[in-house]
């Protein structure tokens, strides 16, 4: 083994010996390299941006709010929904003086009004909390679409077994959960001011995944502001052309004033 390594240690440096002693490749040399240097910069660019994008993207972002579906009858997203529902009844307390959007999206780029969204939620959440009227921006992301295994098949839920994903799955374990959340929405100022239809709140009560709206955004709120706690209210869209202006409906939901307030 050392005769061959010698050997190799032998080649490259007559290979550089003959380099140095050799004056018309030098220059060839440095050109060579200049020009390796030139023609890389643009893939490592390409390769840095796509990087930069995919950790700036709509996707990454709510991602870092995501509550999980998998586990079914276990998941996160279960507790979640028993904990706000539990909430609502008195069963529980233990969401008492938390605030937060509740938002069902679809993955990146499969949900336009979702990617366009989430640069006024990026916004808002910098708003101080004194801006969000003393409670602390908060946000909960289920994603419609995420992938699971077909685990709610083997959970001891019958239920769900012929459902086709793990968001189908939640929806008919939790009806009466979405039909309470709908009739919420139907007594809110938002709905009032026909700032969400008829056939809107009709989807959201159904709790069909081929009917159920991206986003569906529901405003939860068990803060001792509030006279009934719970949900507040849901919207399916937003105004705005800039991240400032989708911030500011936003805002509005969420301290339930104009077209989220009474008139």
Same mark, same amino acid.
């Given at each position: 083994? &050392?005769?061959?390594?010698?050997?190799?240690?032998?080649?490259?440096?007559?290979?550089?010996? *003959?380099?140095?002693?050799?004056? *018309?490749?030098?220059?060839?040399?440095?050109?060579?390299?200049?020009?390796?240097?030139?023609?890389?910069?643009?893939?490592?660019?390409?390769?840095?941006?796509?990087?930069?994008?995919?950790?700036?993207?709509?996707?990454?972002?709510?991602?870092?709010?995501?509550?999980?579906?998998?586990?079914?009858?276990?998941?996160?997203?279960?507790?979640?929904?028993?904990?706000?529902?539990?909430?609502?009844?008195?069963?529980?307390?233990?969401?008492?003086?938390?605030?937060?959007?509740?938002? %069902?999206?679809?993955?990146?780029?499969?949900?336009?009004?979702? #990617?366009?969204?989430?640069?006024?939620?990026?916004?808002?959440?910098?708003?101080?909390?004194?801006?969000?009227?003393?409670?602390?921006?908060?946000?909960?992301?289920? %994603?419609?679409?995420?992938?699971?295994?077909?685990? *709610?098949?083997?959970?001891?839920?019958?239920?769900? #077994?012929?459902? &086709? /994903?793990?968001? #189908?799955?939640?929806?008919?374990?939790?009806?009466?959960?979405?039909?309470?959340?709908?009739?919420?929405?139907?007594?809110?100022?938002?709905?009032?001011?026909?700032?969400?239809?008829?056939?809107?709140?009709?989807?959201?009560?159904?709790?069909?995944?081929?009917?159920?709206?991206?986003?569906?955004?529901?405003?939860?709120?068990?803060?001792?502001?509030?006279?009934?706690?719970?949900?507040?209210?849901?919207?399916?869209?937003?105004?705005?052309?800039? /991240?400032?202006?989708?911030?500011?409906?936003?805002? #509005?939901? *969420?301290?339930?004033?104009?077209?989220?307030?009474?008139?």
């Amino acid at each position: 083994m &050392k005769k061959i390594l010698g050997a190799i240690g032998a080649f490259f440096v007559r290979i550089w010996q *003959w380099i140095k002693e050799t004056a *018309w490749i030098q220059p060839l040399l440095i050109v060579g390299v200049i020009f390796a240097i030139i023609f890389s910069i643009t893939p490592i660019y390409n390769g840095i941006k796509e990087l930069n994008d995919k950790r700036n993207s709509p996707d990454a972002f709510y991602k870092n709010y995501q509550v999980s579906l998998k586990g079914a009858v276990d998941s996160d997203a279960q507790k979640l929904l028993d904990d706000i529902y539990e909430n609502e009844n008195g069963l529980s307390s233990n969401l008492d003086g938390q605030k937060f959007f509740l938002a %069902f999206i679809q993955g990146e780029n499969k949900c336009t009004y979702c #990617d366009q969204m989430q640069e006024g939620f990026d916004t808002m959440s910098k708003f101080s909390k004194e801006k969000l009227g003393g409670a602390a921006f908060g946000l909960k992301t289920i %994603f419609v679409d995420q992938e699971t295994k077909e685990d *709610w098949k083997k959970d001891d839920y019958k239920g769900d #077994d012929e459902c &086709k /994903s793990a968001f #189908d799955a939640l929806l008919v374990r939790n009806i009466l959960y979405f039909e309470e959340f709908a009739g919420s929405a139907q007594q809110s100022n938002y709905y009032i001011n026909d700032g969400i239809s008829d056939e809107t709140i009709t989807k959201i009560q159904e709790a069909n995944v081929d009917t159920f709206v991206t986003p569906t955004i529901f405003v939860v709120d068990f803060t001792n502001g509030v006279t009934a706690k719970g949900v507040q209210t849901a919207f399916i869209s937003f105004t705005g052309s800039n /991240s400032i202006q989708k911030a500011e409906f936003l805002l #509005d939901a *969420w301290l339930y004033r104009n077209d989220f307030g009474p008139k």
